[in-house]
């Protein structure tokens, strides 16, 4: 058995798939060019944010608005909405998404 079968979150995973978009050749070219202008985008020894890349280049090809909490990064340490910015990606916040679609609690 390999692991990804025993793993709790991989079964959750498969029960969302209407939740995952499918990679597809758009999305492969804007990752690249992603990847070109921030290759430090993703850590060589944290391997927790290499899909950033891919969230960024998503949002680029289907026109969505990312939302993050992340800080703006540097050119040394770029973060998600220092590529948003370059590459002309709506970016905000989890507050300024809430009032974007102006949801109440």
Known sequence: ?????????????????????????????ATSK???EFPRL???LN????????VVALAETRGLTVVTEEN???????RIPLACEYFDVPCVDTLAW???LRLSF
């Open 1 to 29: 058995m390999s692991w990804a079968k025993a793993d709790p979150l991989h079964e959750w995973a498969r029960a969302q798939r209407g939740m995952f978009v499918p990679l597809d050749g758009a999305q492969m070219v």
């Open 34 to 36: 992603v990847l070109r």
């Open 42 to 44: 993703v850590g060589s």
């Open 47 to 54: 391997r927790r944010y290499d899909a950033d890349a891919f």
């Open 72 to 78: 703006h990064g540097t050119r040394d340490r770029p």
């Open 98 to 100: 809430i009032r974007k």
